[in-house]
T-cell receptor, first 111, second 112 residues
Framework: EPEVTQTPSHQVTQMGQEVILRCVPI?????FYWYRQILGQKVEFLVS????????KSEIFDDQFSVERPDGSNFTLKIRSTKLEDSAMYFC?????????FGQGTRLTVV | GQNIDQPTEMTATEGAIVQINCTYQ??????LFWYQQHAGEAPTFLSY????GLEEKGRFSSFLSRSKGYSYLLLKELQMKDSASYLC?????????????FGAGTRLAVHP
């Protein structure tokens, strides 16, 4: 199973601050996804990223969110001004053939 | 709209067999996944079905009927470590791109 590494594993931030979550796939893939899971709730799609462009985004992915692949390997999710309700696990995922693999997640806590 | 239903909780006995059902109504269906998720961890891929029928993988099997919008995950020879949430997710094709739509998950408790 391909490895998808996310950093940090846990981040605590104050409301209104910007956070950047990072994802590093081991091998070169074109399709990337970000999902989030609020504690006790289901996994929710945020955005898909193909060939260095956003291909689809959900209604959750508003102007406070952005994604980039700044150096061709790292894949980042930025939240510009965090809100309390942004507290969740954020998962990066990549597609390989028929399968979709998740990183271990970043637990974001907004205080 | 997109809707995925699965039971909230199930219990089973170690060594037994359990079937977790999932029904879905989605547009642009492009495959169905099952994931296992332990508390506080990432979902782990279990299976993928895109054609009707049964896919077997060790102790786990997954079935799909596209005409009925129905899938199940079958776990055999249950072990205590199988206690986890099992997530049904549909891959939906939209505008040429895929995304996964998840059900709320079924929390399975395996007891001795």
């Amino acid at each position: 199973e391909p490895e998808v590494t996310q950093t940090p594993s846990h981040q605590v931030t104050q409301m209104g601050q910007e956070v950047i979550l990072r994802c590093v796939p081991i091998s070169n893939h074109l399709y990337f996804y970000w999902y989030r899971q609020i504690l006790g709730q289901k996994v929710e799609f945020l955005v898909s990223f193909y060939n260095n462009e956003i291909s689809e985004k959900s209604e959750i992915f508003d102007d406070q969110f952005s994604v980039e692949r700044p150096d061709g390997s790292n894949f980042t999710l930025k939240i510009r001004s965090t809100k309390l309700e942004d507290s969740a696990m954020y998962f990066c995922a990549m597609q390989q053939g028929r399968e979709a693999f998740f990183g271990q997640g970043t637990r974001l806590t907004v205080v | 709209g997109q809707n995925i239903d699965q039971p909230t909780e199930m219990t089973a006995t170690e060594g037994a067999i359990v079937q977790i059902n999932c029904t879905y109504q989605t547009s642009g269906f492009n495959g169905l996944f099952w994931y296992q998720q332990h508390a506080g961890e990432a979902p782990t891929f279990l299976s993928y079905n895109v054609l009707d029928g049964l896919e077997e993988k060790g102790r786990f099997s997954s079935f799909l009927s596209r005409s009925k919008g129905y899938s199940y995950l079958l776990l055999k020879e249950l072990q205590m470590k199988d206690s986890a949430s099992y997530l049904c997710a549909v891959r939906a094709l939209s505008g040429g791109y895929n995304k996964l739509i998840f059900g709320a998950g079924t929390r399975l408790a395996v007891h001795p």
